[in-house]
């Protein structure tokens, strides 16, 4: 080996060396319709995640000040597992999940970019519960954004769901022995915070509607979607939030024959088996080129 050969190479293993992070597996985790960051964590799926020897990141939030990280104390139930030279790491992002798809998807670029700046030489996983996967399939259209490696969704409205349709008529119903804002009042007393929240997820409830011609839905279907890797969780469970046909990415005409599908006997929450289902599929798409 030439001189300058062989300080090349020292070279390049000390700029390793210091580098931090030789190496990461980076998935993001996106919440749906009444959720937050923290459900990952309350249903389990985040705890199998770390028995996989993935590490929680943190949280990634949209403020009024920027993009903000919130990462987390390193704790007892962390795992240091790591994958020879290659750590695995997940981010949970913060929505705004009453506000309309379009803002909420606006939201999640400005955090998946943010994310991408820490870790400029990976691809991405994204993987969204709920309205959580039809919002990253808004951002993953515009691959000039963010490097996306593969979309899990799971029990997401690719086709949206008559229960939108319940919630804009509870929102929007005017009985004839209440007319005008008195029956507004009477849903608040009985409705107290939950009807509050309906009623800011009005826009929301448009976006997840059936689809239609017009809708954002229809629109979306429609558009060009980046050669990467797809993913459909489909939870079979018979509460009806969302129908199983709506939940697989297949049905979606510009996306047949890409997307492969899983199924599990859930309902429509997150559950621990979405994570053991979400750390398989996840090692798939990391053993891939």
Known sequence: MSVVRCRLVIL???????SGVVRADVLVLVHGWAANADTWLQS???????????????VVATT?????????????NQSEKKSGSTTKLFYRVQLPAAAPLLLQASHL???????????????????????????????????????????????SPHLGTPRAFDGLNVVDSKPFFCPGPGIDFLKTVFGGGQYQYLKDSRGAMIDMAPV??????????QQPHPD??????????HDDMVPAQSQDMNQVPILRGRVKV????????????????????????????
């Open 12 to 18: 390049l293993f000390v700029l390793n060396l210091f």
């Open 44 to 58: 389990g799926v985040a705890s199998e995640l770390i028995k996989q020897g993935w590490q929680d990141a943190g």
């Open 64 to 76: 009024p000040v920027g993009v903000r990280h919130y990462p987390l104390l390193q704790s007892g």
């Open 109 to 155: 670029t400005s955090e998946l970019v943010f994310i991408q700046g820490l870790h400029s030489s990976e691809k991405l996983i994204v993987a969204g519960h709920s309205a959580g996967g039809v919002i990253a399939r808004l951002v993953a259209i515009r691959p000039e954004y963010v490097h996306i490696k593969s979309l899990i969704t799971i029990a």
């Open 212 to 221: 239609g011609k017009g809708t954002l839905l229809d629109w979306l279907n």
């Open 228 to 237: 990467i890797q797809y993913h459909s969780i489909i939870h079979t469970g």
């Open 262 to 289: 899983y199924s599990t006997p859930a309902i429509h929450g997150l559950h621990p088996a979405d994570g053991k289902l979400l750390t398989d599929i996840v090692e798939q798409v990391t053993r891939s080129k």
